[in-house]
């Protein structure tokens, strides 16, 4: 059977998450960090929209 996805992170928990990777970085994203950085934003929007009631799909 399979499983259900999880719900996603708080938007607020994702948000302080970018934060931090941000300021690590000294607001320079190169490699790693920036793709980390693209993940987590995609996310960040995910979880905006279901705490706003919206419907998002899958990328």
């Known amino acids: 059977m399979p499983s ?7 938007a607020e928990q994702v948000n302080a ?3 931090a990777l ?4 000294g607001g ?3 490699g790693d960090s920036r793709q980390r950085y ?3 934003v995609a996310e ?3 979880a905006v929209a279901a705490e706003q009631g919206d419907v998002v799909e899958a990328a």
């Open 28 to 30: 320079w994203l190169y």
């Open 22 to 25: 941000v300021e690590a970085c």
């Open 38 to 40: 693209e993940l987590l």
């Open 4 to 10: 259900t996805p999880p719900a996603p992170r708080p």
């Open 17 to 19: 998450e970018i934060r």
């Open 44 to 46: 960040w929007a995910v």
